[in-house]
Nanobody, 122 residues
Framework: VQLQASGGGLVQAGGFLRLSCAAS????????MGWFRQAPGKEREFVST????????YYADSVKGRFTISRDNAKNTVYLQMNSLNPEDTAVYYC????????????????WGQGTQVTVSS
Protein backbone atom coordinates (compact mmCIF):
# COMPACT_ATOMS: atom_id res chain seq x y z
CA VAL A 1 0.00 0.00 0.00
CA GLN A 2 1.22 3.47 -0.87
CA LEU A 3 -0.24 6.83 -0.01
CA GLN A 4 1.60 9.58 -1.86
CA ALA A 5 0.91 13.05 -0.51
CA SER A 6 1.78 16.13 -2.53
CA GLY A 7 0.94 19.80 -2.88
CA GLY A 8 2.69 21.23 0.14
CA GLY A 9 4.89 24.28 -0.01
CA LEU A 10 5.60 27.75 1.28
CA VAL A 11 2.74 30.23 1.29
CA GLN A 12 2.05 33.59 2.89
CA ALA A 13 -0.55 34.01 5.58
CA GLY A 14 -3.98 34.30 4.05
CA GLY A 15 -2.99 32.15 1.12
CA PHE A 16 -4.13 28.73 0.05
CA LEU A 17 -2.85 25.31 -0.91
CA ARG A 18 -4.43 22.12 -2.16
CA LEU A 19 -2.99 18.86 -0.94
CA SER A 20 -3.50 15.61 -2.79
CA CYS A 21 -2.98 12.04 -1.67
CA ALA A 22 -2.89 9.32 -4.30
CA ALA A 23 -3.49 5.81 -3.03
CA SER A 24 -2.38 2.54 -4.54
CA UNK A 25 -2.32 -1.07 -3.42
CA UNK A 26 -5.66 -0.93 -1.66
CA UNK A 27 -9.32 -0.80 -2.61
CA UNK A 28 -9.59 2.92 -2.05
CA UNK A 29 -13.38 3.14 -2.08
CA UNK A 30 -13.52 0.80 0.93
CA UNK A 31 -11.53 3.12 3.20
CA UNK A 32 -12.42 6.21 5.12
CA MET A 33 -9.57 8.65 4.67
CA GLY A 34 -8.06 11.25 6.93
CA TRP A 35 -5.59 14.11 7.05
CA PHE A 36 -3.40 14.74 10.06
CA ARG A 37 -0.60 17.18 10.72
CA GLN A 38 2.42 17.37 12.94
CA ALA A 39 4.25 20.54 13.84
CA PRO A 40 7.80 20.48 15.21
CA GLY A 41 7.84 19.37 18.83
CA LYS A 42 4.14 18.55 18.84
CA GLU A 43 2.10 15.41 18.57
CA ARG A 44 0.39 14.43 15.38
CA GLU A 45 -3.10 15.90 15.36
CA PHE A 46 -6.31 15.27 13.51
CA VAL A 47 -7.27 17.69 10.75
CA SER A 48 -10.10 16.13 8.78
CA THR A 49 -11.64 12.87 7.70
CA UNK A 50 -14.03 11.74 4.99
CA UNK A 51 -16.20 8.65 4.74
CA UNK A 52 -15.86 6.07 1.98
CA UNK A 53 -18.68 7.53 -0.06
CA UNK A 54 -17.43 11.08 0.33
CA UNK A 55 -20.74 12.26 1.73
CA UNK A 56 -19.75 12.69 5.38
CA UNK A 57 -16.83 14.85 6.43
CA TYR A 58 -15.44 15.97 9.80
CA TYR A 59 -13.03 18.69 10.75
CA ALA A 60 -10.94 19.80 13.68
CA ASP A 61 -12.27 23.01 15.16
CA SER A 62 -9.04 24.77 14.28
CA VAL A 63 -9.60 24.29 10.54
CA LYS A 64 -13.38 24.25 10.29
CA GLY A 65 -14.60 26.75 7.74
CA ARG A 66 -11.16 27.10 6.15
CA PHE A 67 -10.28 23.58 5.02
CA THR A 68 -12.30 21.26 2.80
CA ILE A 69 -11.68 17.55 2.38
CA SER A 70 -12.89 15.69 -0.68
CA ARG A 71 -12.17 12.51 -2.57
CA ASP A 72 -12.38 11.07 -6.03
CA ASN A 73 -12.83 7.33 -5.79
CA ALA A 74 -12.34 6.94 -9.53
CA LYS A 75 -8.87 8.45 -9.18
CA ASN A 76 -8.04 6.85 -5.81
CA THR A 77 -7.24 10.30 -4.47
CA VAL A 78 -8.19 12.36 -1.45
CA TYR A 79 -7.75 16.13 -1.36
CA LEU A 80 -7.44 18.83 1.26
CA GLN A 81 -8.20 22.35 0.12
CA MET A 82 -6.69 24.75 2.63
CA ASN A 83 -7.76 28.40 2.54
CA SER A 84 -6.99 31.37 4.76
CA LEU A 85 -3.82 29.74 5.96
CA ASN A 86 -2.06 31.13 9.01
CA PRO A 87 1.34 30.40 10.57
CA GLU A 88 -0.27 28.02 13.08
CA ASP A 89 -1.07 25.72 10.15
CA THR A 90 2.63 25.12 9.53
CA ALA A 91 3.28 21.40 9.82
CA VAL A 92 3.93 18.21 7.95
CA TYR A 93 0.60 17.00 6.63
CA TYR A 94 -0.10 13.28 6.41
CA CYS A 95 -2.87 11.38 4.71
CA UNK A 96 -4.03 8.10 6.12
CA UNK A 97 -6.45 5.28 5.44
CA UNK A 98 -8.62 4.25 8.35
CA UNK A 99 -8.73 0.62 9.32
CA UNK A 100 -11.80 0.82 11.51
CA UNK A 101 -13.71 3.81 10.18
CA UNK A 102 -13.49 7.56 10.17
CA UNK A 103 -12.21 8.85 13.47
CA UNK A 104 -10.05 11.57 14.94
CA UNK A 105 -7.65 9.09 16.50
CA UNK A 106 -4.25 8.38 15.00
CA UNK A 107 -4.36 4.77 16.16
CA UNK A 108 -7.43 4.00 14.06
CA UNK A 109 -5.57 4.56 10.80
CA UNK A 110 -3.94 1.57 9.20
CA UNK A 111 -1.92 3.10 6.37
CA TRP A 112 0.02 6.37 6.29
CA GLY A 113 1.62 8.47 3.62
CA GLN A 114 5.05 10.03 3.89
CA GLY A 115 3.83 13.55 4.56
CA THR A 116 4.12 16.85 2.77
CA GLN A 117 5.48 20.02 4.35
CA VAL A 118 3.27 23.09 4.59
CA THR A 119 4.92 26.31 5.73
CA VAL A 120 2.93 29.49 6.22
CA SER A 121 4.88 32.69 6.64
CA SER A 122 3.53 35.71 8.48
Amino acid sequence: VQLQASGGGLVQAGGFLRLSCAASGLTFRNYDMGWFRQAPGKEREFVSTIRKSGVNTYYADSVKGRFTISRDNAKNTVYLQMNSLNPEDTAVYYCAAAGVGATIYVTAYKYWGQGTQVTVSS
